[in-house]
């Protein structure tokens, strides 16, 4: 029997609507309209963001009548797992389906009690790099930032531990979905949310300008990191063609631009691909890029990819990309790739159930 309390809203939705969408002044609107308190809206975000509710039945301290009403109108979005991998490093990878029937994957990697999660914005990319899986499959939409945030949520709860760091490395490129990036970092990094600090929340870009720029402007202390995988620009334009437009030259100016803006230390990612950009040149090339600019180079030996033709570096190559690079005064590690064995490491995550099935 329903709550004398409880109102209908007015006019029914044809479509549920996700409330993960909902802003917490619509929320108190909402309810307003329900007839209900104000303190409801908290206690429902309380559910939606901190428990990672997957029913409105959960939600037991909101009356009976009023869950029925939030059932019939609204969504909790959810992800259904589809198939789950478990690297011998502990990496787990998860190929989770949203209810429209598109697919993503993210990986939760685990570390010395700590807990990081490499999260996709898009389902598939625009970007079409070379050496990536995910540029291969194409790209089918972008996700809401409800949808970003509840990969984090569902391998905080498979893992059953506080996720500590967010990467924004997987599928997508999300400075081409920025505004939903941007609200979905907001609410990691949110108390009322999964309560993350901010500089270990790390968004990966090819290199987007104009979004490098009002990324530098936004008042969090949000990390930047920039796939830069060549300094040489044919190399550059060869290996990431969604980035062509933007050149070197461009991006040195506006990573300047950044640094001096925001005082935060950006992190190039550069993959190492034998014969392509691990010669001399390159090595040249990269060294003076960045020079003289506060930077850290996070070099990955290339990752193998199915049918792929390119190779990775030699570990001693690695190395003396170390070297060189600290002899200009540039900080540089050698990325210990995660969950490689079951392709959940950078440029093998592509959503696909037949390949992670076997």
């Known amino acids: ?36 308190p104000a303190f409801r809206a908290k206690q429902v975000e309380e559910w939606v963001w901190e428990k ?21 109108n609204l969504t909790l979005g959810g992800t259904e797992e589809l198939v789950k991998q478990v690297s011998q490093d502990g990496s787990r990878k998860y190929l989770l389906r949203y209810p429209d029937g598109v697919s993503v994957e993210c990986v939760g990697m685990p570390n010395r009690g700590k807990l990081a999660v490499c ?22 939409r972008n996700l809401t930032a409800g949808e970003i945030y509840e990969q984090v949520m569902h391998v905080r709860d498979d893992f059953d531990t506080r996720v500590t760091s967010v990467v924004l490395m997987g599928q997508g490129e999300p400075f081409m979905n920025y505004d939903a990036v941007l609200s979905a970092l907001r609410k990691l990094n949110s108390p009322d949310g999964a309560g993350i600090g901010a500089r270990h929340l790390t968004v990966s870009t090819c290199g987007v300008i104009p979004m490098i720029k009002r990324f530098a402007n936004e008042p969090e202390q949000f990390t930047l990191a920039v796939s830069l995988h060549s300094a ?10 969604g980035v062509k437009k933007y050149s070197l030259l461009h991006l040195y100016d506006v990573m300047g631009e950044y640094v001096d803006k925001t005082g935060r230390r ?28 506060l930077a850290h180079v996070n070099l990955i030996q290339l990752n193998d990819v199915k049918g792929s033709k390119f190779q990775p570096s030699s570990e001693a190559r690695a190395q003396e990309f170390v070297r060189r690079l600290a002899n200009v005064g540039v900080e540089a590690t050698i990325r210990n790739s995660r969950g490689s064995d079951i392709d959940a490491a950078c440029g093998q995550l592509k959503q696909n159930v037949e390949r992670m099935s076997r």
């Open 1 to 36: 029997m329903q709550d004398a309390n409880t109102q209908q809203p007015s006019s029914k939705p044809h479509q549920k609507k996700d409330i993960h969408s909902y802003s917490h002044k619509e929320l108190v609107a909402l309810f307003k309209e329900l007839n209900q």
């Open 52 to 72: 990672n509710a997957t029913s409105f039945s959960q939600m037991t301290n909101l009356p009976k009548s009023l869950r029925s009403v939030l059932e019939e």
């Open 119 to 140: 999260a996709s914005s898009q389902a598939g990319c625009p970007m079409g790099c070379a050496f990536c899986a995910t540029g291969a499959s194409g790209f089918t």
């Open 232 to 241: 040489v620009q044919r190399t550059r334009d060869m290996l990431m063609p």
């Open 266 to 293: 950006p992190t190039y990612e550069y993959a190492l691909i034998k014969g392509v950009n691990d010669t001399e040149e390159e090595l040249a090339s990269l060294c003076d890029f960045c020079r003289d600019n």
